[in-house]
């Protein structure tokens, strides 16, 4: 079986007015990394 990847680059700043909005964003890519056996690459 080929295994395909594929990337996600995210570019983001994260809105410290809205702090709901963002702990809901990273609850939601963390589910689906999980799924998806992806992980996270930080710079």
């Known amino acids: 079986m080929v295994e395909n990847k594929t990337f996600l680059i995210i570019n983001a700043t994260p809105n410290t ?19 998806f056996d992806g992980n996270g690459m930080l710079r």
Not at 17 to 33: M, P, T, W
């Open 17 to 35: 007015d809205d702090l709901a909005s963002f702990q809901s964003y990273i609850s939601q890519i963390i589910g689906i990394f999980t799924k």
